[in-house]
């Protein structure tokens, strides 16, 4: 295995410093210029429209820092060695799941300190993965950041292992699975970062990631008819809005709670199941041996 870690906030460091003596707009602008020509550097080999989405979401983390104060936040940060912390949960995570194949990078980047999402519902920390090379980790150091970075690490490193077994590509301005030419759907995402939930929770004793202490008894139950008709979706868009939220109609963390369901109950039916035959089982067989009725969670 060769997953290496880069502390990209090293580089957010470095031109905050160098954009201490401008005016704010001017700082700002010298900010995201420089991070986004990084962040295509560093994904140049990637497809163009994944690179993109590394750049955007970046400069979207990024928020409006005033450079003084960044500085000394990722000063802190460095002080505080997210990057062996983040080693340390690598080590865990692949002697539980080990990929000798596997070869990728995660990216620590500073995220926005002024988001209530990721400060308070996410301790500080918030991950996603690209493909199975790379991986984008974004900390603020506020309250249990350590804790929940170590989280983070893991749990992505099961996205990284699923997307190696089910590689994707872009096709139509959707994700298509490369050996079968499906599409990626609602059930396959939700599945996926159940799975990547509980493997998380199996390797860190029980540990929570943060959106679950957001939810209460009701709201799953009273979404799974309106998700399960959804299933088959594969919109980009759509499937987003299912996973997160959209401030409306879906209260947020809706698919991440009813996926983690879904794999919980499959582990519940077959404890014996290990986690690297877990990660390797398609969405569909997980939540066929779920047991879950289409019409309601019991």
Not at 50 to 58: F, I, P, Q, Y
Request: aromatic share 8%; glycine share 10%.
């Amino acid at each position: 295995m060769s997953v290496s870690v880069i502390p990209s906030y090293r580089v957010m460091l470095h031109l905050a410093r160098r954009a201490g003596g401008l005016d704010y707009p001017e700082a700002l602008d010298s900010l995201e210029n420089g991070m986004r020509d990084y962040v295509r550097t560093q994904l140049a080999q990637m497809h163009a429209s994944l690179v993109e989405l590394g750049v955007r979401s970046v400069i979207g983390q990024l928020g409006d820092p005033e450079p003084g104060q960044l500085v000394k936040t990722l000063s802190e940060l460095d002080e505080s060695r997210p990057q062996k912390v983040a080693q340390e949960a690598l080590r865990i995570a692949s002697a539980s799941l080990p990929r000798p194949d596997l070869s990728a990078r995660m990216f620590m980047f500073p995220g926005d300190g002024e988001s209530r999402v990721l400060v308070n519902q996410l301790g500080g920390v918030l991950g996603f993965s690209l493909g199975a090379s790379a991986t984008l980790l974004f900390v603020w150091p506020r309250g249990d950041w350590r804790e929940n970075l170590r989280y983070n690490v893991v749990h992505e490193y099961a996205h990284l292992v699923r997307n190696l077994l089910f590689p994707r590509g872009i096709a139509g301005g959707r994700l298509v699975y490369m050996k079968t030419q499906q599409p990626e759907t609602l059930l396959d995402a939700m599945v996926a970062e159940g799975i990547s939930d509980c493997f998380a929770q199996h390797c860190l004793d029980g540990a929570r990631p943060g959106w679950m202490d957001t939810q209460d008894e009701v709201e799953p139950r009273r979404m799974w008819p309106r998700v399960h008709r959804r299933f088959g979706i594969s919109d980009a868009t759509e499937i987003r809005r299912f996973l997160f939220g959209d401030g409306d109609r879906v209260p947020a963390w809706t698919g991440y709670t009813l996926g983690y369901m879904i794999v919980r109950k499959y582990l519940d039916k077959y404890p014996e199941t290990t986690m690297m035959r877990l990660v390797s089982m398609p969405a569909s067989a997980v939540y066929d041996g779920s047991g879950i009725e289409s019409d309601g969670i019991s």
